[in-house]
């Protein structure tokens, strides 16, 4: 048996899957939760107990998981007046979420006995909600790795996540820390996406392309689930990844458009377990459920520009230079405009404007899902730079700016209050 044994074991453990670039990947990784972790820490060693919007979702997460009413369909006990500016609600009904940020703020408390759960007790528990969403920012991390290794190699790869792993924004998003957790839309968006492309660049195989796509489908269908059921506005990306499948397979349009109706009844099914399959809150909350809810009039308001670039640039300070000359390179060298960074462009131009166009807090959770997607791009041109005759000069400019972007996101983390 161990004879047989350790060749899989080698061939699974190959430099191709665990060499340098990985452990270094890995590093930045750790780096980043260590940061998320230490915004935790301040928060709860100070604060005396979590905060409303958190209990919400607490509460209605561990009432759904023992036998109660579905979380925010409408919410148990809570009526309108009483819940707080940051939950959108329609007649008691979550506006903007489906139960799934419930079930996942409470289901690492099922752990735990209920007569723990008390709140003398909760400096020993309370750091246990926040694990699911600290998870999130390192899968969202490892997939902009994993994408911006694949579209712009090793140099673009590192660059998208120096800068992710220390951008305020995620870290915060991650930590949950005095925020929604808007981090489980971005990862959401993020994976379908780029799912959506990939499955396309696979349907060129000489295969039964369904049947071969079956792991994929059912990736993009998580994913799908994961983004909707973390923001409805997030619905935008269903007709988006539908778009580059069809774009990028013109010649396997039915097979494209099989994949994503089976990915889509998938991501229904998942959405509806979500209510534990009760028909009659899911078609509720889902006649009370706010889809679009954008309005136009946001961009005749001049201020918001401002807002919008002041947020994008606390997500990433090192983008108020680097973006500048991405945008620039891209826009007068015919050699970076190809799909590998037009589409990551693309999409966090129309993320942006839809951040812009809904004043409420889905427009948050459409800013910080646009960062990933504007990282790539930044990185992606900025690589092609790198390989010009001014490399060396581009190269250390790049790096010397990404260290100042580290050392001041240190020295800001280093000066956060307790609580």
Not at 190 to 204: D, E, K, P, Q, R
Not at 239 to 245: E, G, H, M, T
Not at 292 to 310: E, I, K, P
Request: charged residues 10%; contains cysteine.
């Amino acid at each position: 048996m161990v004879k047989h044994f350790l060749p899989s074991m080698t061939r699974f453990f190959t430099p191709e899957r665990f060499g340098r670039p990985q452990l270094l990947a890995a590093a930045l990784l750790l780096a980043f939760l260590a940061q998320a972790l230490w915004l935790v820490h301040s928060e709860l060693r100070a604060s005396a107990g979590p905060e409303v919007p958190e209990q919400i979702r607490i509460v209605a997460g561990w009432r759904q998981f023992h036998g109660g009413p579905i979380a925010g369909a409408p919410f148990p006990d809570s009526p309108p007046p009483a819940l707080p500016l940051e939950i959108s609600q329609d007649q008691g009904f979550d506006a903007e979420h489906s139960p799934l940020l419930s079930l996942l703020t409470a289901a690492p408390l099922l752990v735990l006995p209920q007569r723990l759960l008390d709140p003398a007790s909760s400096p020993y528990w309370r750091w246990l909600p926040r694990l699911p969403f600290l998870a999130c920012g390192l899968f969202l991390g490892a997939s902009l790795w994993y994408v911006a290794r694949r579209l712009c190699g090793n140099t673009g790869g590192f660059l998208a996540l120096t800068l992710y792993c220390f951008s305020p924004s995620m870290i915060q998003a991650s930590a949950v820390w005095h925020t929604e957790p808007e981090i489980l839309a971005a990862w959401g968006s993020f994976g379908t996406i780029f799912t959506a492309i990939a499955v396309a660049h696979t349907l060129y195989a000489p295969r039964e392309v369904v049947l071969w796509n079956s792991r994929r489908i059912v990736l993009l269908g998580v994913s799908l689930a994961i983004a909707v059921g973390s923001q409805f506005s997030m619905i935008i990306v269903l007709p988006l990844a539908l778009a580059f499948l069809l774009y990028l397979a013109p010649i396997r349009r039915a097979a494209a458009l099989t994949i994503w109706t089976a990915s889509t009844l998938l991501a229904a099914a998942l959405l509806f377990a979500t209510y534990f399959f009760h028909p009659h809150a899911f078609s509720q909350a889902m006649q009370h459920a706010s889809f679009w809810g954008a309005t136009w009039r946001s961009f005749t308001v001049l201020v918001l520009y401002r807002q919008v670039a002041l947020e994008i640039l606390r997500a990433c300070p090192a983008l108020a230079l680097l973006l500048p000359v991405a945008v620039a390179t891209y826009s007068l060298w015919p050699r970076t405009r190809y799909f590998g960074n037009t589409a990551p462009g693309v999409i966090a131009l129309l993320f942006i404007a839809l951040g812009m166009a809904h004043p409420d807090i889905a427009g948050e959770g459409f800013l910080l899902a646009s960062i990933p997607f504007i990282l790539i791009f930044v990185s992606g041109t900025l690589a092609d730079l790198m390989e010009t005759a001014y490399r060396q000069l581009i190269t250390a400019a790049v790096w010397g700016l990404l260290a100042a972007d580290i050392l001041w996101t240190l020295h800001k983390l280093s000066q956060i209050p307790p609580g």
